[in-house]
T-cell receptor, first 115, second 115 residues
Framework: EPEVTQTPSHQVTQMGQEVILRCVPI?????FYWYRQILGQKVEFLVSFYNNEISEKSEIFDDQFSVERPDGSNFTLKIRSTKLEDSAMYFC?????????????FGPGTRLTVT | AQKVTQAQTEISVVEKEDVTLDCVYE???????LFWYKQPPSGELVFLIRRNSFDEQNEISGRYSWNFQKSTSSFNFTITASQVVDSAVYFC????????????FGAGTTVTVRA
């Protein structure tokens, strides 16, 4: 069964460093998402991406964040200068179409720890 | 404003007891979708069910059942004859047409099933 994969599973970085979280969505999917979950809290939407551009982003997704689909298979989230409060689990998701009845498939997540 | 409210933070039951998780949502859309996800201790998000706003039929899947009532904007989830493996955080989520169908999650309910 096709699945969304994410690498690395755990990333530890120092404050101020740049990190890139990688995701490989399901191959025929067209819509891609990043969500964040701070430890013990709810899952929060960060950004959605379609047709090589951001379709929507939340207040959390400020200028420190960027997304890219560099090669037609990977979907990356870059945090330019990490802060302690960026420590969280980051989930990538993809869906075949932009419609709620097309389920968003989640990857296993990348746990980012900023020290 | 909270779009999805899960009023129960934690529920603890003994194995074989039934447990019902409440979910109340808020939306102005006539077309929307409701979801339940399970997050076991390993951290991944496991899709359980999707329901669209036009289908108020209740659903049963094994020991899981869902009660969707538009009149009260609720989408409650019941685990019958709970088992230790049901211990997890359960998230209710809403997906709305005017929001590009991004998922808005509730705060989650932690279910602990004791042997």
């Amino acid at each position: 069964e096709p699945e969304v994969t994410q690498t690395p599973s755990h990333q530890v970085t120092q404050m101020g460093q740049e990190v890139i979280l990688r995701c490989v969505p399901i191959s025929n999917h067209l819509y891609f998402y990043w969500y964040r979950q701070i430890l013990g809290q709810k899952v929060e939407f960060l950004v959605s991406f379609y047709n090589n551009e951001i379709s929507e982003k939340s207040e959390i997704f400020d200028d420190q964040f960027s997304v890219e689909r560099p090669d037609g298979s990977n979907f990356t989230l870059k945090i330019r200068s990490t802060k302690l409060e960026d420590s969280a689990m980051y989930f990538c998701a993809s869906s075949a179409r932009l419609a709620g009845h097309y389920e968003q498939y989640f990857g296993p997540g990348t746990r980012l720890t900023v020290t | 404003a909270q779009k999805v409210t899960q009023a129960q933070t934690e529920i603890s039951v003994v194995e074989k007891e039934d447990v019902t998780l409440d979910c109340v949502y808020e939306t102005r859309d006539t077309t929307y979708y409701l979801f339940w996800y399970k997050q076991p201790p390993s951290g991944e998000l496991v899709f359980l069910i999707r329901r669209n706003s036009f289908d108020e039929q209740n659903e049963i899947s094994g020991r899981y059942s869902w009660n969707f009532q538009k009149s009260t904007s609720s989408f409650n989830f019941t685990i019958t004859a709970s088992q230790v493996v049901d211990s997890a955080v359960y998230f209710c989520a809403l997906s709305e047409a005017h929001n590009d169908y991004k998922l808005s999650f509730g705060a989650g309910t932690t279910v602990t099933v004791r042997a």
